[in-house]
């Protein structure tokens, strides 16, 4: 006779309804590779009144999480309801009664990561939250365990599936921003306020739980540098790909001199470099260890199932750990790294400048650089009689030192404007 | 004071050595993720005078690997002997005192796989062996653990590094193979002996083991049907790459009506799969869940630090466990499914036919593949003066109506001789 563990689910949209409807299916498998019955017996929701068409007995759903975190007869807490509150509170009196918690709750744990996991800790028990990076693409747990003997020098993530989405379709069919985003609403791939997405913001919350992991120090969302793809052009993308480069939105965090440099931004990156080939809505990871080399983990970033399967997956982690009176791997903070502030970045970027179509403006243009300390690798001219356009990829320059130029320049007489800058990652790859 | 676990580390060759190497160089925060000091003691090699240039007291060798495996004081053993005898008789020895077992050995997981397993249930410790498959890329534990909430239904993988490095320079020079082979003997990319990787052999042990976890089922070293690449030709990947593909050794595991096929063997890939831009001596494995969707795992397939921090992260979770008197998740095998024979293959074929320069030729080829229900999907005829050649791709066929036809195109008058047969995986992915 298995054993019966009895989950509380707090929150039951998309991928709560994921959870539900994966337990019940696989309910004959997951009780052989677990050894116990997993049972959802309590679900929290807003209205418990609406019909969600799951299999689950309508008597479970109630309005109040705390009762279902507090109740005698639950074993572990599912947390799919998002955001920072109430979340974190139903998410912290469940480790405080010693529940284990698995959540896909990105915002709270890239916010309120170590303080979480220290609660944990103290509490015994798991707080579980692969399905809160890369939706399906198994990553929290191979960096906290299967690279637990290695040392993670960079890691580089398309981290978001809707900007991914988004650039994708820009740069397979020329269109502009505006164009493929209002598709993009239209069909599902992106919100009605993509702005979370867009601005970078979603990425930015992986990329501070992936750093942390990676650096063994705390990285909050705070400590991200951000920049979303709002401003990107067809000119660039086109540009970009005239050069052998696609633009992603990435997240790359990296230790440099013993601190932690963490940004999400657009970038250039090669063609050839894994990362560029991910297409569409998929998400990928690309890991540089010291010892195991290049990795790259690739999946669904998204998505009513897939978010499912991590979290059942993480489900059942928590399962045979409370049935061992154990817990998994502990989030380790001990080398407490600074963060690198932007201004000290160094790497290549890709300047566009509507400039007048005059003799002197390139000599003007390429001096404001010199005299900033950024030297140029490559520029080209483009227009026709109504503008014309200097395109300039740099070297190696200083952050600061770019935004110094690009400031100059904006003031310049003989450049009508900056029409772009992004950052060029030649060196992201090492094969 | 942290407590100290000792490893008893069977075989110290190349793998070995990464091993020494990452847990001495890494000793720092390995103690901190481990809440344990990890100390290798005891090492059984052959030649214990032999000067290995490692950081450990020369009087830690031993040529006795018994006395390693029954010492009171190894709380755990790795082994890197390879070999099915004598190392499964040590790793048997080894559990049966209650030392869990960490491994690379994957001809002996191929061949002995459900006994070790059970065996180490029986003696309740852990047996660990990722980096017995693609090396330093985590693929047991997620689909042990993360994927244990899914249901597998296919992988692919290119899970041989110098079949992959072959194939590559040939795809990419227009070499032959003969050429190719002896020059990645000349840098150490393939073995003075190369057999076990380019017939298959190799990539069938890593296949077989995937398969067991994938599907729940025992699946044997023997059960996998295991074609090499000695007998692929320039021709075949120039003709491959005019038609959109690339050749790959592959590994495909896949659950059809309830039964199991596995197979190795060099295969067309439609060159805009994932699994078609992995270079080089890249391992990648491309598997298909029912709810995660398609995820891909990429890396370093094997060398001395790659495969030795697959090996000590094994070894950190088995610490872990160790520490809490846990064990990590159970292989299962409750579905023991039937494996489905490669007659029953359906699936599409390259066919490459030097034939007799003269009319009729075409139809009475075409006649030959009707007649035994093989329809065709392409064909044209390329040659010279002194040869003309066929080729054919078919529709997806039965594997033994395909055999049935090649053997009476070798009988036919107007066929000089059947030059290629392989197997076209078109529809290895969805999106």
């Known amino acids: 006779m298995d054993r019966v ?49 799951l299999p689950v007995d309508a008597a479970m ?21 998002g955001g920072i509150e109430p979340a974190g509170g139903y998410i912290r009196r469940a480790l405080e009664l010693g529940k284990p918690v698995v959540t896909a709750n990105k915002e709270l744990v890239a916010a309120q990561g170590p303080e979480l996991y220290a609660a944990a800790l103290a509490a015994g028990v798991d707080l579980a939250y692969e399905a809160a990076v890369a939706g399906a693409i198994p990553i929290i747990k191979p960096m906290k365990e299967s690279l637990a003997g290695d040392r993670v020098t960079r890691i580089v993530g398309i981290l978001n599936g809707t900007t991914n989405y988004i650039l994708t379709r820009m740069s397979e069919e020329g269109a502009d921003y505006d164009e493929v985003l209002a598709d993009a609403q239209a069909l599902g791939y992106a919100e009605a306020d993509p702005t979370a997405d867009v601005d970078g913001h979603d990425a930015a919350a992986k990329c501070a739980i992936l750093a942390s992991l990676a650096f063994d120090t705390a990285v909050h969302f705070d400590d991200v540098f951000r920049e979303g793809i709002e401003s990107v052009t067809a000119t660039d993308i086109r540009t970009a790909a005239r050069l052998g480069y696609v633009i992603k939105l990435v997240g790359i965090a990296s230790e440099v001199d013993d601190r932690v440099a963490v940004r999400v931004h657009p970038a250039f990156l090669p063609r050839e470099h894994p990362l560029a080939s991910v297409r569409g809505s ?49 989030e380790t903070q001990h080398r407490a790294k600074p963060i690198r502030p932007i201004d000290e970045l160094q790497t290549q970027y890709y300047v566009l400048l509507d400039v007048e179509d005059e003799t002197g403006v390139l000599a003007e243009v390429a001096q404001t650089f010199g005299a900033h300390g950024v030297s140029i690798a490559q520029v080209w001219q483009d227009g026709d009689a109504d503008s014309a356009q200097l395109v300039l990829i740099t070297h190696r320059a200083l952050e600061s030192n770019l935004r110094a130029t690009v400031e100059a320049l904006a003031c310049s007489s003989s450049v009508r404007s ?3 800058v992004l950052r060029v990652e030649s060196e992201v790859f090492t094969s």
Request: charged share 25%; aromatic share 4%.
């Open 418 to 420: 900056v029409a772009s």
């Open 5 to 53: 563990l009895r989950i509380g689910l707090l929150g039951c949209g998309t991928v709560g309804g994921g959870v539900v409807t994966i337990l019940d299916r696989e309910a004959d498998d997951i009780t052989a590779r677990t050894g116990a019955k997993l049972e959802i017996t309590r679900i929290a929701v807003r209205d418990p009144a609406k019909v969600r068409g």
């Open 282 to 330: 998929f998400n990928a990871i690309y890991v540089e260890a010291e010892y195991a080399g290049e990795l790259m983990f690739y999946g669904r970033g998204a998505g009513a199932l897939p978010t499912g399967s991590a979290i059942v997956g993480d489900v059942i982690d928590v399962a045979r750990n409370l049935l061992q009176t154990a817990r998994g791997a502990s």
């Open 61 to 81: 759903y109630t309005d109040d999480p705390l009762s279902v975190v507090e109740a005698d007869d639950i074993d572990m807490i599912v947390e799919v309801m």
